[in-house]
T-cell receptor
């Protein structure tokens, strides 16, 4: 059973370009979380999704950032018109359904390191 | 007040000692609690989950939960240099608009010295 898969592992974008980060949850998992981590800092919550639904996007910047988790395929975190301040590690985690995700464990992917030049 | 707070580090303990990591949370409807370990440059790795009051032991790790005090801790017995990492406390909300949201503390850096 493969773990949470994120790709690409490293992504370099020029200022103004778009970045697309992909997250394939573990088999049987229908909940996905995205986090951003700056060097020497903690994990900052961005968005929580279930299949075809955004449950909580309170951590997403109002502009340029969007996320989706379609019925088929991976979850996508999209950053439009990237700026240098978007450079960070982006992690996704997935957990199985059941009791709305309560009392279930979340597992992380390896992350995508985004560098904006 | 931060949703999840961890005792400020870094924490340094000698090899073989007990390392104690603490975490408090602000939302009383929190239901699920987790400890993750993160090595530098790597992704967080789940090491313990706890859902009910009391202690839960797994090898050298013991998680303790006190919902009345809104407090969760992690004890590492017989600490090893390989335990040196950042330890992250995570809390999952069980009510309101944040239902299911998994929130992390800022992490505590643990160093185990030989």
């Amino acid at each position: 059973n493969a773990g949470v898969m994120q790709n690409p592992r490293h992504l370099v974008r020029r200022r103004g370009q778009e970045a697309r980060l992909r997250c394939s949850p573990m088999k049987g998992h229908s909940h996905v979380y995205w986090y951003r981590q700056l060097p020497e800092e903690g994990l900052k919550f961005m968005v929580y999704l279930q299949k075809e639904n955004i449950i909580d996007e309170s951590g997403m910047p109002k502009e340029r950032f969007s996320a989706e988790f379609p019925k088929e395929g991976p979850s996508i975190l999209r950053i439009q018109q990237v700026v240098r301040g978007d450079s960070a590690a982006y992690f996704c985690a997935s957990s199985p359904p059941g009791s709305g995700g309560m009392n279930t464990e979340a597992f992380f992917g390896q992350g995508t390191r985004l560098t904006v030049v | 007040q931060k949703e999840v707070e961890q005792n400020s580090g870094p924490l340094s303990v000698p090899e073989g000692a007990i390392a104690s990591l603490n975490c408090t949370y602000s939302d009383r409807v929190s239901q699920s609690f987790f400890w993750y370990r993160q090595y530098s440059g790597k992704s967080p790795e789940l090491i313990m989950s706890i859902y009910s009051n009391g202690d839960k032991e797994d090898g050298r790790f013991t998680a303790q939960l006190n919902k009345a005090s809104q407090y969760v801790s992690l004890l590492i017995r017989d600490s090893q240099p390989s335990d040196s990492a950042t330890y992250l406390c995570a809390v999952r909300n069980a009510g309101g608009t944040s239902y299911g949201k998994l929130t992390f503390g800022q992490g505590t850096i643990l160093t185990v010295h030989p």
